[in-house]
């Protein structure tokens, strides 16, 4: 069923449209992004990686929560519906990657698919712009970590088994909800949490470092799910696993808000209530250091129960923050090296 067009007005716009009448449909819209570089750097002290790789912009599973949504006010579109329908593509993904690789200021750090949306949503059924961009990877033996909602990732096992036996394939699963009814309300276009896990189980029983992601940690909604999620987690194979609080910058906190007030009336205001708790009375806390863990007891109290329970469980927790010893190698230094 296609939602009606709705937007958070853009900070970033003079004006904003407002429907008088029946609002349209959001439809699906695909743009092309031709840019010349692929890679982004990331220097933020909250994340354990530096370079990502988003083939992507916008995102088809239209996640309430989404805090890449403000992203879009930067194309003049808005964080609402604009992001869940009008994507953006970068067709030339795989071989602006392959040319990154052939500079030689590259060292071969890790590369993470994606910093921002999820590399796996539907679009990449049809354009194989993931796919392509991981058997880059495998080519230069280049390390990769992969966060994903989506089972299309295992579509591709045989490329990340190709990479993992001469790189590191890392691939963390997002189940942030157990309930059903809580993630179809949130996470509308994605697949259920218990066909997730399956993906876990799928990965692991192909040899992969596969882990699960509790994040967003949603107070008063998720914090109930979390041992659930980890004991499901560890009994499909995955052997570690990470978290972050919720987090809703810029617009974010809006389209949270209304779906959250939408699809879950009776919850909404004790759900408000509990990330207020965690972020000082308001509803994000942009501050690093903080905007990941948020602070007081019922912060805390969540991240203690992650965890207790993941050690309990034997689940380490994910070490993204550690950068692998690189493998990395150009073809041709490879070529060279057989001539010896």
């Known amino acids: 069923m296609l939602r009606p067009v709705q937007n958070p007005p853009n ?15 959001a439809r699906l819209e695909v743009y092309e992004d031709h840019s010349r570089t692929i890679l982004a750097h990331n220097d933020s002290p909250d994340l ?21 949504r403000p992203t879009h006010e930067y194309l003049g579109l808005g964080a609402g519906t604009d992001f869940d329908r009008k994507i953006t593509v970068k067709p030339e993904a795989p071989r602006l990657l392959r040319e990154a690789f052939l500079a030689r200021r590259w060292k ?25 961009c991981l058997e880059v990877c495998a080519e230069f033996r280049n390390p990769v970590g992969l966060i994903t909602k989506s089972p299309l990732v295992e579509r591709d ?37 218990r066909r997730r896990l399956r993906t876990v189980e799928t990965l692991a029983r192909a ?16 914090d109930e799910d979390v041992v659930r999620v980890l004991q499901a987690a560890k009994e499909a194979g995955a052997s570690h696993a990470a978290t972050s609080v919720l987090r809703l910058p ?21 759900v ?16 690093f250091g903080h905007r990941q863990r948020g602070e007081g007891p019922r912060a805390q ?23 692998p010893a690189t493998t990395f190698r150009r073809p041709e230094d490879r070529r060279q090296l057989a001539l010896f």
């Not at 190709?162 to 179809?184: I, N, Q, T």
Request: aromatic share 8%; hydrophobic share 40%; net charge negative.
């Open 11 to 25: 900070p970033w716009l003079s004006e904003a449209r407002e429907y008088l009448e029946e609002i349209p449909p």
């Open 272 to 287: 408000l209530a509990a990330v207020r708790d965690v972020r000082s009375g308001e509803l994000d806390d942009p501050r």
């Open 157 to 193: 096992v045989d490329v990340l088994v190709d990479l993992h036996r001469s790189a590191r394939a890392s691939v963390m699963v997002s189940v942030p909800l157990w309930d059903p009814g809580k993630a179809r309300a949130l996470e509308p276009n994605v697949a259920p949490p």
């Open 48 to 68: 354990g990686f530096r370079w990502s790789v988003n083939p992507y912009r916008g995102c088809f599973h239209a996640c309430a929560y989404c805090y890449a």
């Open 108 to 132: 071969g750090e890790r590369v993470v698919f994606s910093g921002v949306t999820d590399c796996y949503q539907p679009l990449e059924g049809a354009y194989r712009l993931t796919r392509g």
């Open 301 to 323: 109290a969540m991240l203690a129960l992650f965890d207790q329970t993941a050690a309990r469980l034997g689940l380490a927790r994910d070490d993204e923050g550690d950068e």
């Open 207 to 222: 040899g992969l470092d596969v882990g699960v992601m509790v994040a967003p940690l949603v107070p008063g909604l998720g």
């Open 250 to 270: 810029g617009s974010t906190r809006v389209v949270f808000e209304e779906r959250l007030r939408e699809a879950l009336p009776l919850r909404a205001g004790k």
